[in-house]
């Protein structure tokens, strides 16, 4: 996404060039006739346009918005009441802008997941778990007859998605986030049950140059 920009919610020029490493990976992973989702912010569908254009598969996206990530400008802001109008000119002064804003939010998100002040949200994180267990339960269900899926969605539902897969609690909800690299991509097994393929897979981003490999 765009950080520090005063529209977030599109792909930078690193976003573009990670989206075609991502469909150059998938490429590979040889899916069976995918069906495709994708919440509706608008880095997400850009990126999974851009996958599928450099896959060459023409394919109808479902488009979900249970995928969209939580809103964290609210988060922030809730933890900051009387700074948040003032951080985005402090973050630019700082030498590492997006360092010093991970510390801010490393705070906010910890307050958030606490739930002690669920009235300051607009969605809880209890709220958004269960958003995330909704929208993975519909995916499981549609690719139940051996058709493979794409989910095209962000670092905060894919986090919540793990917990829910493999049993976590919520004091592993923020270290399993912050691991997440853009445009890496994590393999589901349907069946019974979700079962973890594998987690975080960023190779294509590291083999393709060491400035691809970011976060948030």
């Known amino acids: 996404a765009s950080f520090g920009a005063a529209d977030y919610d599109r792909l930078d020029p690193t976003g573009v060039r990670q989206a075609e490493c ?3 990976a998938l490429a ?10 994708s919440g509706d912010m608008r880095r997400q569908r850009a990126t999974l ?8 598969l023409h394919a109808e996206v ?5 995928w969209n990530e939580f809103d ?3 988060i922030v802001a809730a933890a900051y009441p009387d700074e948040i109008g003032q951080l985005r000119s402090a973050l630019a002064l700082e030498p590492d ?3 010093a804003f991970q510390r801010l939010f490393q705070t906010a998100m910890s ?11 607009t969605e809880t994180w209890t709220g958004f778990r269960a958003r995330v267990a909704s929208a993975l339960g519909a995916v499981a269900e549609a690719v139940a007859h051996g058709r493979d899926a794409v989910v095209c969605t962000s670092g905060g539902p894919i986090a919540s998605a793990m917990h829910q897969v493999l049993g976590l609690d919520d004091a592993h909800a923020l270290p ?3 691991v997440i690299a853009n445009a890496s991509y994590t393999r589901l097994h349907a069946g019974r049950r979700l079962r973890l393929g594998s987690f975080n897979v960023h190779s294509h981003l590291i083999q393709a140059g060491a400035d691809l490999v970011t976060y948030r």
């Not at 590979?28 to 989702?37: A, G, I, S, V």
């Not at 851009?50 to 896959?55: E, G, K, N, Q, V």
């Open 22 to 24: 991502l469909g150059l």
């Open 28 to 37: 590979d992973c040889r899916l069976e006739r995918p069906l495709c989702f």
């Open 49 to 56: 346009d851009i996958c599928l254009a450099t896959m060459g």
């Open 62 to 66: 479902l488009v979900d918005p249970r």
């Open 72 to 74: 964290h400008e609210r």
């Open 97 to 99: 802008p997006q360092r």
């Open 111 to 121: 307050r958030w997941i606490a739930g002690a002040d669920d009235a300051d949200y």
């Open 176 to 178: 399993l986030h912050w």
